[in-house]
């Protein structure tokens, strides 16, 4: 079960801790009579990329400082240029590994940062996903309503149907986890899981199913308005509905998502100096250029398909990357020296040096040297005892001897034999 209880697996601690701050969030801005989830989304964005940021500003400084010795890069390239043997393509790698050796970065710089926030970016995306499953307070709200849809006879093949009949994808996997289990193993959580879910006009359908059940009706209709203006944004847009491809003021949220995600995108390119000529690198270009248009596409269409609240999410986390973006193509652009940061790169570079430190990316290439060794050796080994299967000397007649007891011996004397009965039947 994924949802109230408890995200499991890798991202389970991390969802946790970024449960505890936005419901620390949303208590602060209750405590001065905010509540509103909207504004709850925005302020916690804005803390998890503050809490992201000096990941950010590494990964980005080592970018820069890749971006500035690229001359020394294209030049090892073009020496290179066409020569595709092993011995050729070994010196180009080693005299590029020299040069992120001596500026002390790599090119793969950015890379395992990257794969350490991939955790915490998907534990946000958990979180905001079912706010209830992390804020206490708004938990309570659904708590009622859980209580009397499982006291209605048939209520999991109820929310099940009405599930599949409103095409509400986002709470499949809570319905399908619900439908498994024995009905007296539900929970409450099982239930908030589903129901969550609903937009203001799925819940209005939904209690017309209920019309005869009054204790439901009632508590649907106390609790749900008070959800509904949790859930207000700005322009009457609910965060807890879709946008869909209707034209509505909510078609803001994907519209922003998709341009400060393009906006982030082209900012962050670099210009760098590249070999036209080589496939690779054109390669590497053309990716890159594609991924400029292709990702704001993509965030347009799931901001679209998936709740509000989800889209505000992507929208502030683009809006925030292109603004800091903004600020660091500043610093290192205009206002760094950046001589001086390459100078101290060289100098920490010559230190880690002495202490022997090493990048990741020489650990791999050390790792690949290694086993070209042991290939090596291997074969140098197999060499020596095939010579023990052969010719130990030879007389002044060239003719052949062999190590007493090896197996060319044998398969001498065997030979030899053949030979002999051939001759005398001849």
């Given at each position: 079960?994924?949802?109230?209880?408890?995200?499991?697996?890798?991202?389970?601690?991390?969802?946790?801790?970024?449960?505890?701050?936005l419901n620390l969030i949303y208590e602060g801005l209750s405590a001065?009579?905010?509540?509103?989830?909207?504004?709850?989304?925005?302020?916690?964005?804005?803390?998890?990329?503050?809490?992201?940021?000096?990941?950010?500003?590494?990964?980005?400084?080592?970018?820069?400082?890749?971006?500035?010795?690229?001359?020394?890069?294209?030049?090892?390239?073009?020496?290179?240029?066409?020569?595709?043997?092993?011995?050729?393509?070994?010196?180009?790698?080693?005299?590029?590994?020299?040069?992120?050796?001596?500026?002390?970065?790599?090119?793969?710089?950015?890379?395992?940062?990257?794969?350490?926030?991939?955790?915490?970016?998907?534990?946000?995306?958990?979180?905001?996903?079912?706010?209830?499953?992390?804020?206490?307070?708004?938990?309570?709200?659904?708590?009622?309503?859980?209580?009397?849809?499982?006291?209605?006879?048939?209520?999991?093949?109820?929310?099940?149907?009405?599930?599949?009949?409103?095409?509400?994808?986002?709470?499949?996997?809570?319905?399908?986890?619900?439908?498994?289990?024995?009905?007296?193993?539900?929970?409450?959580?099982?239930?908030?899981?589903?129901?969550?879910?609903?937009?203001?006009?799925?819940?209005?359908?939904?209690?017309?199913?209920?019309?005869?059940?009054?204790?439901?009706?009632?508590?649907?209709?106390?609790?749900?308005?008070?959800?509904?203006?949790?859930?207000?944004?700005?322009?009457?847009?609910?965060?807890?509905?879709a946008p869909g491809w209707k034209l509505s003021w909510a078609l803001i949220i994907p519209i922003s998502a998709a341009l400060?995600?393009?906006?982030?995108?082209?900012?962050?390119?670099?210009?760098?100096?590249?070999?036209?000529?080589?496939?690779?690198?054109?390669?590497?270009?053309?990716?890159?250029?594609?991924?400029?248009?292709?990702?704001?596409?993509?965030?347009?269409?799931?901001?679209?398909?998936?709740?509000?609240?989800?889209?505000?999410?992507?929208?502030?986390?683009?809006?925030?990357?292109?603004?800091?973006?903004?600020?660091?193509?500043?610093?290192?652009?205009?206002?760094?020296?950046?001589?001086?940061?390459?100078?101290?790169?060289?100098?920490?570079?010559?230190?880690?040096?002495?202490?022997?430190?090493?990048?990741?990316?020489?650990?791999?290439?050390?790792?690949?040297?290694?086993?070209?060794?042991?290939?090596?050796?291997?074969?140098?080994?197999?060499?020596?005892?095939?010579?023990?299967?052969?010719?130990?000397?030879?007389?002044?007649?060239?003719?052949?001897?062999?190590?007493?007891?090896?197996?060319?011996?044998?398969?001498?004397?065997?030979?030899?034999?053949?030979?002999?009965?051939?001759?005398?039947?001849?």
């Amino acid at each position: 079960m994924v949802f109230l209880t408890a995200q499991g697996g890798i991202l389970g601690p991390f969802c946790w801790l970024l449960g505890k701050i936005l419901n620390l969030i949303y208590e602060g801005l209750s405590a001065i009579g905010i509540n509103n989830l909207a504004l709850c989304i925005i302020v916690f964005t804005i803390v998890v990329k503050l809490i992201l940021l000096p990941f950010t500003l590494k990964q980005q400084k080592g970018a820069k400082i890749n971006q500035y010795i690229q001359p020394e890069l294209l030049k090892i390239q073009k020496k290179y240029k066409n020569k595709t043997d092993q011995d050729s393509m070994l010196k180009q790698q080693q005299e590029t590994q020299e040069v992120y050796r001596k500026y002390g970065t790599s090119m793969t710089n950015g890379c395992l940062l990257s794969f350490i926030q991939l955790p915490i970016i998907y534990a946000l995306y958990r979180v905001i996903y079912n706010i209830p499953a992390y804020v206490p307070a708004i938990r309570e709200l659904y708590v009622p309503i859980a209580e009397q849809i499982r006291k209605v006879e048939g209520f999991a093949t109820t929310l099940s149907t009405f599930v599949t009949d409103n095409k509400i994808s986002t709470a499949g996997k809570a319905i399908k986890t619900l439908s498994n289990l024995d009905v007296n193993a539900v929970t409450d959580n099982n239930v908030i899981d589903v129901i969550s879910q609903f937009s203001m006009t799925q819940w209005e359908t939904f209690e017309k199913l209920f019309t005869n059940n009054t204790d439901l009706v009632n508590i649907i209709s106390t609790n749900v308005p008070q959800i509904n203006d949790l859930n207000q944004f700005i322009l009457g847009i609910n965060i807890s509905e879709a946008p869909g491809w209707k034209l509505s003021w909510a078609l803001i949220i994907p519209i922003s998502a998709a341009l400060f995600q393009f906006l982030s995108s082209k900012v962050m390119q670099t210009p760098q100096q590249t070999d036209t000529s080589d496939p690779t690198a054109a390669q590497s270009a053309a990716m890159m250029k594609s991924m400029t248009y292709t990702m704001p596409i993509m965030s347009l269409f799931f901001c679209v398909t998936l709740p509000a609240g989800i889209g505000l999410y992507w929208t502030m986390s683009a809006l925030i990357s292109f603004l800091i973006q903004l600020g660091i193509n500043l610093y290192y652009d205009k206002i760094a020296d950046m001589d001086k940061i390459l100078e101290k790169q060289m100098e920490k570079a010559k230190k880690s040096k002495k202490k022997n430190r090493k990048s990741f990316m020489e650990k791999m290439m050390e790792a690949a040297g290694a086993a070209e060794e042991t290939n090596s050796s291997t074969n140098s080994v197999a060499g020596t005892n095939l010579k023990n299967y052969s010719s130990t000397s030879s007389d002044n007649n060239g003719s052949v001897g062999y190590r007493k007891g090896s197996i060319a011996s044998k398969a001498n004397i065997m030979q030899q034999y053949n030979t002999n009965q051939k001759n005398k039947e001849e």
